[in-house]
């Protein structure tokens, strides 16, 4: 256990963090795995749909910092790919 006192504020805070990060990150899981579903389903509408909610999503994590940009830009570069394959 810390000592200084600012040792244990950022222990505190860290755990905070991790929270607010696993929640964003679950999240952005969710809406991926909706995607995904609707496409194994060869519903065009529902996936089309589901991937225009989940772009924003995963911009939005990886603003916060929670994903790296690049593997948020190849999410979405990917998901896209899969919902044509629907055509």
């Not at 929270?19 to 065009?44: G, P």
């Amino acid at each position: 256990m810390a000592h200084h006192k600012s040792a244990i504020k950022r222990i505190k805070q860290n755990e905070k963090r991790n929270a607010r990060n696993r929640h964003q990150k679950s999240t952005l899981k969710t809406y991926i795995k909706r995607v995904r579903e609707a496409v194994e389903s060869k519903d065009k509408e529902a996936a089309v749909a589901a991937l225009q909610v989940a772009i924003p999503v995963i911009d939005k994590t990886a603003t916060k910092g929670v994903i790296h940009k690049a593997n948020a830009s190849r999410s979405v570069s990917r998901l896209t790919k899969l919902v044509n394959t629907l055509g």
